[in-house]
């Protein structure tokens, strides 16, 4: 479905460069001479990304990732990141392309650049029926376990200040703390949230208040204008004929909502 919009996009940027160009405006270029993108993807926030039994990744970050690199025509190199590392690789060149489920903020923006988003889900705090909080103001003496560095850690750092927040290195390490007892709640993804109790009819995620409805956004380095406009032609393609709501469907079991553009 994107078969040609490598070479339209590519014969669009060629006709207007100029021949002062500035040294990382031929990012998109590099790219295609490379036969190579370096593309990152979470294992730890199921359904965007995980392992099967094989200790192969899959999911829709994973799905997104493979379908990018197709329509570029190139080899795709996937590496396992973290909510950590996912800008961090983007700053020091380790990666071009992170797609992992990640929210734009602005403190993010002032290291990479977004895309348009892509998909959407919801961050919030979860935990057992037997803790009955309602909002951050409630938070008292119960433990929340999070993801370091992730969107749900700086929006619960900011709706609950005083709160006992106690930080992983990622998502699973997260709610593993969780489900062994070393924090009341969880603060993560509906998606992830439902993901655990799919797998564990002990385990209790129920929703006790949403921090932010969070679409999710395609990181890439600062200074890569034809990569990005590449990249939100994609999107908006898949969009328009249904490829990204397929995704949406197939991972997360819902249609895609309409996104605000960023």
């Not at 593309?39 to 965007?48: K, L, S």
């Not at 700086?154 to 699973?172: G, S």
Request: proline content about 6%; some cysteine.
């Amino acid at each position: 479905m994107f078969k040609h919009l490598t070479r339209i996009v590519t014969a669009v940027l060629l006709a207007g460069a100029v021949s002062a160009m500035p040294a990382r405006a031929a990012d998109l270029q590099k790219i295609l001479s490379a036969g190579t993108v370096r593309i990152g993807v979470p294992i730890d926030v199921p359904p965007f990304g995980s392992v099967d039994a094989k200790n192969e990744p899959l999911g829709l970050d994973v799905d997104m990732a493979k379908k990018i690199a197709e329509a570029l025509g190139v080899k795709l190199e996937l590496q396992q990141i973290t909510g950590a590392n996912r800008v961090p690789y983007l700053v020091t060149d380790r990666l071009d392309i992170v797609i992992a489920a990640m929210g734009a903020t602005p403190e993010r923006a002032l290291q990479i650049a977004f895309t348009s988003p892509y998909a959407a889900l919801s961050i919030g705090v979860f935990g057992p029926d037997s803790i009955t909080v309602k909002s951050p103001a409630e938070l008292k003496d119960e433990t929340i376990a999070v993801a370091r560095g992730t969107t749900q850690d700086l929006e619960l750092t900011k709706a609950a200040p005083n709160a006992k927040i106690v930080r992983f290195d990622d998502d699973a390490t997260a709610a593993a703390a969780f489900t062994s007892g070393q924090a009341q709640l969880l603060a993560t993804a509906d998606v992830v949230a439902k993901d655990l109790m799919d797998k564990d009819a002990k385990v209790q995620l129920k929703p006790k208040f949403i921090l932010q409805f969070s679409p999710c956004y395609i990181g890439i380095q600062q200074g890569s204008p034809e990569l990005l406009r590449w990249l939100d032609t994609y999107i908006h393609l898949g969009m328009l004929d249904g490829s990204l709501s397929a995704l949406s469907q197939k991972w997360i079991g819902t249609t895609l909502p309409t996104l605000p553009p960023i």
